[in-house]
Structures are given as C-alpha cells and as structure tokens.
C-alpha cells in the first residue's frame, strides 16, 4: 500500500488507539472475565465502547451489560450504511468492510478528499486498530492485576486524542463548531442521567437534525 496522508492519518490513529486495547484487557480481567473470554469480546465485538460498557456493566453486578454494548453498537450500524454507499465493496468483502467499520475507520475516510484516498484511509486505520487492539488486548488480560489502574499510563485518553485529532481540522466554519459545541453539550448532560450509550445516539440525532438544518439554510440563500 502507498504512503500517502490518508495512510499516516490511518496508521497514526491505529497505533494511539489500539494501544488503548491495553485498558480493556486489564479492566475485563479485573472484572471476572477470562482471558480467552476478553479476547474474544475484542475479536468478534470490536467496537470499544460496547465492551467497555459491557464489562463496566458486569463490574457493577447490573443486568444491563448487553443493553448498554447494543445501544452504543447502533451507531456502528449508521456507518456501515454510509461507507457501503461510499466505497461499495463487493461481494465477500462486504463482511471485512463490516467489521472494521468503526469509529476511527470512518473519521479517517471522511476527512479525505478523493475516492482512492477514502478507501486507503479506510482499510489502514480499520486493519490497523483491528490487529493493534486485538494484540494489545492480550497483552492488558495478560498483565491483569498487576498493570494497575489502566488511567495511570494515560492510556484512558488515547482514544479520545486521536478523535480530538481527527476531529479538529473539519471545524473550518462557524457551523460546524456550533454543531460540534452543541452535541458536546448534549452528551455532557446526558451522561449523569441516560443509560450508557444513549448519551451518545442523542447526540448523534441533534448533530444530524442541526446539520440537515444549516445545510438547507445554505441551500434557500
């Protein structure tokens, strides 16, 4: 594959946040599960926020485990109607495109410009945090106990560093820092009082009304 922006953006992003998968594996041990039962939530799951909400579920002794991984899982199924309208894979691709639909695969493609960039920027950030957090989630099940409280390393704020990195160069109009303001503060309200994961689609439908919104303002000027 050619070294291109699309393929660093991706790369850097697969390195920030599959080392991440060290917490999960750490934390999902510390919350009874096995380590073959940790990597195989990372292997077919893959989508973290679901199985941090699972096993933080499992942890406080609630039944609410599969609820609150469905509910931010949702937004998985959003995406993956939107690359396979934008990259159209093909036949028996259509299932890896599938499972490595994920928060960074898509930011990574949105943010480029050209059709061949999107799918390098794609297939690097989605293989890539694919193999890095599987590995590094048995690497963090394997250390258990003795890694400690993940938070110490820093490794609580990869994920979103890399997002925040993602993130910031689309903030180019008043629009979209307004509509980037607003689902922040959505979100900051709603994690106190809604399930986990709601917060998250709540957001996620005020961002997308705000967007259609502005754009047919846009469209009637």
Known sequence: ???????????SIAVAVGIYGISFGALSVTSGLTVAQTCCLSLLM????????????????????????SLLGVRNALYGAHMSGLLRPRGWRRLGYAQI??????????????????????LTAGLGVFLLWNLFTLVGALLGNAL????????????????????????????AVAV??????V??????????????????????????????DRGAA
């Open 1 to 11: 594959m050619n070294v291109t922006p699309a393929t660093r953006m991706g790369a």
């Open 46 to 69: 893959f989508t973290g926020g679901s199985q941090f909400a699972f096993i933080g579920s499992i942890a406080a002794g609630g039944p609410a485990a599969l609820l609150s991984a």
């Open 101 to 122: 639909t994920i928060d960074e695969s898509v930011a990574t493609t949105l943010a480029q410009s050209s059709p061949e960039e999107q799918r390098r920027g794609f």
């Open 148 to 175: 400690g409280d993940p938070r110490r390393w820093g490794l609580d704020g990869a994920a979103v560093t890399a997002f925040l990195a993602l993130l910031w160069p689309r903030l180019r109009n008043r629009d």
């Open 180 to 185: 980037a303001v607003v689902a922040a503060l």
């Open 187 to 216: 979100t900051a309200v709603g994690v106190p009082t809604l399930p986990a994961g709601v917060p998250l689609l709540v957001a996620a439908v005020v961002t997308a009304g705000l967007t259609l919104w502005t754009t047919r």
